[in-house]
């Protein structure tokens, strides 16, 4: 009787461990497979987080282009061809995105493209960094070995048009070095001037 009692016992505690693993098991499966609700994106890393919730630019900004105008380039690069230089402040109206921190924008009847760290908001102020960067990116030279003035001229001839005079000792944006002349922006036109006449450091 004794034999049969110990038997029955076991099988109850060998049915309950099985009953018990299985249960544990279900609520394994129920526990993996189900939302959690935590938001993720919390773990992400800063710079990750910025990248996803940064706007892109839609709509009208305005140019900040110094006193000489930025330049409209015909491809998403510094070095591509300048179409033409925007005058300062001038609305634009942005087109769409381009690669490498470009914009395509419409700036009368041309398309190109400008960085976008140069297109602002109408209340947006111009940092000293903003204007540092500029410089570098199209470096300013002064007008020297002359009287009085260097001519603009609209080709690399100086039988060509005369654009401006533009006084000795002041400043224009370089914008490519050509052979025996530099194309330049002076007050938002852009032409050439000879070279020699040109230098980045200031004549005494």
């Avoid at 249960?23 to 499966?29: D, K, Q, T």
Wanted: glycine share 6%; proline share 3%.
């Amino acid at each position: 009787m004794r034999l049969k009692i110990k038997k029955n016992l076991y099988w109850k505690i060998l049915l309950s461990g099985f009953l018990l693993l299985g249960l544990i098991g279900i609520i394994f499966v129920v526990t993996l497979f189900s939302p959690s609700g935590h938001n993720y994106t919390d773990i992400l890393p800063q710079t990750q987080q910025t990248e996803q919730d940064k706007e892109q630019k839609t709509g009208t900004y305005y140019v900040y282009g110094g006193a000489h105008g930025l330049p409209l380039h015909n491809e998403p690069s510094q070095y591509a061809k300048v179409l033409a230089v925007i005058p300062n402040k001038t609305p634009i109206k942005i087109i769409s995105k381009a690669t490498r921190g470009y914009y395509k924008i419409n700036y009368k009847q041309l398309e190109g493209y400008v960085q976008e760290e140069y297109l602002l908001t109408s209340d947006q102020k111009v940092s000293d960094k903003l204007k540092e960067k500029l410089q570098n990116a199209y470096p300013m030279y002064y007008v020297v070995n002359c009287n009085e003035f260097a001519n603009l001229y609209s080709k690399k001839n100086t039988s060509s048009k005369v654009l401006a005079e533009v006084s000795f000792q002041y400043r224009v944006r370089v914008l490519e070095k050509k052979k025996g002349y530099y194309r330049v922006a002076y007050k938002n036109k852009i032409g050439y001037i000879i070279a020699e006449k040109l230098s980045q450091f200031k004549q005494q």
